[in-house]
Every structure is written in structure tokens, then in C-alpha cells.
């Protein structure tokens, strides 16, 4: 097991953000991903539009998995609308 810290922007909209973050805890429970902390950074504006998007809402977590989990989820998250952009860091 890795740590790995994941960044993640959804689209403003409450709805949007709600999907996206069932998505995203559900994948993580599924692949049995230790998180560790997860915090909502709120909405703030991006450098570039995304999607026809000007502003996004920031989650940020921290987790313990392997490294195949993050290539499966990661194909699982390109796919979903609800999320503009994503990131797995390794630590």
C-alpha cells in the first residue's frame, strides 16, 4: 500500500457536487482505499476555463491504497461528467 494525496474539482452546482462525491467515496469503499483525512476547499476560480466552467469546488484527500486502485479508478472518473479535473499524488 501507497500513500497518495487526491485532488479533485467538480462543477459548482450543488448537484454536480453531490454525484461527483458519492462517485468518488463509493470507488474508493469498492477498491478498499484507507482515507484518511478528506477536506472541502471550497469553491474557487480556475486558471482556465474547464468545460465551459469558470469556478470549481475543491476536495482534497489523503488515502492509502495500491497502485492498481488508482489506475482503476482514474478510468472510472474520466468517464463522469460530474468531475472537471483530477489528480493522484504519490507521497
Known amino acids: 500500500m501507497r500513500n ?4 479533485v474539482i467538480f462543477g459548482t452546482d450543488d448537484e454536480m457536487t453531490e454525484k461527483g462525491l ?5 470507488q474508493f469503499e469498492g477498491e478498499k482505499a484507507e482515507v484518511s ?8 476560480t480556475l486558471a482556465y476555463p474547464i468545460k465551459k466552467q469558470t469556478k470549481g ?3 482534497y484527500y ?6 492498481d486502485m488508482v489506475n482503476k479508478v ?3 472518473f474520466l468517464l463522469d ?8 499524488v504519490a507521497k
Open 37 to 44: 483525512k478528506t477536506e472541502d476547499l471550497g469553491v474557487r
Open 81 to 88: 461528467s460530474s468531475i472537471l479535473k483530477f489528480m493522484f
Open 4 to 7: 497518495y494525496e487526491f485532488t
Open 57 to 59: 469546488h475543491y476536495y
Open 22 to 26: 458519492s462517485l468518488v467515496n463509493s
Open 62 to 67: 489523503e488515502l492509502s491504497a495500491d497502485a
Open 74 to 76: 482514474s478510468a472510472e
